[in-house]
C-alpha cells in the first residue's frame, strides 16, 4: 500500500553495535520516520542506543527479533547483526510482511543470498543491501562517465583494501556477559564455548558467523568496480591467501588476491591487513584501468587521470542509502531502490566464491548461477559445494525454503 508523504514509517533496527547505532540515528533522522522499536541480545549496548534516541520514552526494547517482527505496527526493519544472522532474520521479517534494509554482506553463504532474492521477489517486499554507494549521486556520475568512455575502454579494474588491522591475540574460553542469551546469539552456527574474541566485532574473522574483510570491507568497493565494469557473475574465479601475518585467534586470512575473470574484462580484489600505509594513493579504493586513463574511487575522493591530460573531474554528493530505502518503502515500490537486494546479492555471492577458493588452498573455480552450483574447483567441486551452505543447528534452520 502506497503511504502518503506525510505518514510516518515506522521502522526497527535489530543489532545495536556500531553499526546498527549508526541505523538507529539515521532512520531517527528522516522525516516522518520513527525508530520504534530496538533488538539486541546485548542488554548494555540496546539501553545506551535506546537512550539517544529522540523516542527514547517510547521506543520498544527487545532480545528476541521475533517479537519486533510480531507487531503489525512496524512497516520496516534493518538488519545489522552478525553476518550469520542476516539472512535468517531478513527472511523471517519478509515473512512478517515487513520491508528489510539489511546490510552487508546481505547472506552468510550463498545458498542464503540466493533464498533472500527469491523471497524478496516472492513477497513484493522491498529489499535494500548495506552497499550504500549506489545511493551516491557521486558513484552514479562515476558510472555514467565510465559508461560515456571518459578513460576510453576499461578492460580492469582493481579493489584495493590495505589497511592495519591489529592481531588479536587469543582469548580463553569464559563465561558470556551477563544478561546474554548467547544460545540464541549463536543460533545457526555450531555450538562453540563463549570466547571474548568471538564477540563484538571479532566475530568477524571467524567462519561460523563472518566472511572475513572481503565480505566485511572489501564488499563495499567490490560492489562499486562490479557495477562501474558493468557485470554480474564471472565466467571464472582465481583465488589466493592465507595468514602470514597474524598468529592468533583469527580463521580468516590477512592477506588475499582474487582475480574475477569475465567475457572482456577482469576484476582484481587485492587485501593486506597489515599495511598502515597507502598504496596507490589510498588505503582503500576502486581502481579503473581504460585505454585512456585511469580513475581512482577512493578516500580522497574519485581522481580522473587521462594520458592526453585533459582535466576531468567527477563530482556528486553521498546522500542517505536509508532514507533511499525509506522512500521506497513509502511507494511500496522496490524498483525505486539504488541498492537493491538483486545486485546486493550477486556482489556478497562473489565475496562467498572468494573465500571458498581461498579456503580450500588458492583455486581456480567456476560458479553456474542457473544451477547455483560450482562446477569447477581443481577436483574438489564436492568440498566447495559444501561450502555453498551450511549445517543449520536445530531451532535455527532457515525459516523459508523457497
Not at 584495493?160 to 540464541?184: C, F, M, T, W
Not at 585467534?249 to 574475477?260: A, S
Request: aromatic share 8%; hydrophobic share 35%; proline share 5%.
Amino acid at each position: 500500500m502506497q503511504r502518503s508523504p506525510n505518514e510516518t514509517i515506522r521502522h526497527a533496527v535489530i543489532g545495536t553495535g556500531g553499526m546498527g547505532d549508526n541505523h538507529a540515528r539515521s532512520f531517527a533522522a528522516i522525516p516522518n520516520c520513527e525508530v520504534a522499536a530496538l533488538c539486541d541480545l546485548d542488554p548494555t549496548r540496546l539501553n545506551s542506543i535506546a537512550a539517544k534516541l529522540p523516542n527514547k520514552a517510547t521506543v520498544k526494547t527487545y532480545d528476541d527479533f521475533r517479537r519486533v517482527l510480531d507487531d503489525k505496527s512496524i512497516d520496516s526493519v534493518s538488519i545489522a547483526t552478525c553476518d550469520h544472522w542476516h539472512t535468517p532474520i531478513a527472511l523471517a521479517a519478509l515473512m512478517a510482511g515487513k520491508h528489510v534494509y539489511v546490510e552487508k554482506p546481505c547472506a552468510h553463504n550463498i545458498h542464503e543470498a540466493n533464498l533472500l532474492v527469491k523471497a524478496a521477489a516472492q513477497y513484493k517486499k522491498c529489499v535494500q543491501h548495506g552497499t550504500q554507494r549506489r545511493s551516491w549521486s557521486l558513484h552514479k556520475a562515476l558510472v555514467k562517465a565510465l559508461r560515456e568512455g571518459v578513460i576510453g575502454k576499461v578492460y580492469t579494474a582493481k579493489v584495493i583494501n590495505h589497511q592495519l588491522r591489529e592481531p588479536i591475540g587469543r582469548k580463553p574460553v569464559s563465561a558470556p556477559p551477563a544478561g546474554v542469551n548467547y544460545d540464541r546469539w549463536l543460533g545457526p552456527a555450531p555450538q562453540h564455548a563463549f570466547t571474548e574474541n568471538r564477540w563484538h566485532y571479532n566475530w568477524h574473522w571467524f567462519w561460523d558467523y563472518g566472511t572475513g574483510d572481503l565480505g566485511n570491507d572489501g564488499i563495499h568497493h567490490l560492489d562499486v568496480a562490479r557495477w562501474g565494469l558493468g557485470v554480474g557473475y564471472p565466467k571464472a574465479v582465481i583465488c589466493s591467501g592465507a595468514q602470514y601475518f597474524y598468529n592468533d585467534d583469527h580463521e580468516t586470512p590477512d592477506t588475499q588476491t582474487v582475480v574475477y575473470q569475465y567475457e572482456n574484462c577482469q576484476l582484481l580484489y587485492e587485501m593486506r591487513l597489515w599495511t598502515n600505509y597507502g598504496i596507490e594513493g589510498d588505503e582503500n579504493a576502486a581502481v579503473f584501468y581504460g585505454t585512456e586513463g585511469m580513475i581512482t574511487d577512493g578516500a580522497k575522493g574519485i581522481t580522473v587521470t587521462r594520458i592526453d591530460k585533459k582535466p576531468v573531474t567527477i563530482t556528486g554528493g553521498k546522500e542517505s542509502n536509508f532514507a533511499d530505502f525509506i522512500a521506497a518503502v513509502r511507494t511500496n515500490d522496490p524498483s525505486k531502490l539504488s541498492a537493491p537486494i538483486t545486485e546486493g546479492a550477486i556482489s556478497a555471492i562473489l565475496c562467498h566464491l572468494g573465500n571458498i577458493g581461498t579456503r580450500l588452498g588458492g583455486q581456480h573455480l567456476e560458479y553456474d548461477p542457473l544451477s547455483q552450483k560450482i562446477t569447477k574447483c581443481g577436483g574438489r567441486e564436492a568440498e566447495a559445494n559444501r561450502l555453498l551452505t551450511r549445517t543449520y543447528r536445530k531451532g535455527y534452520e532457515l525459516p523459508y525454503r523457497g
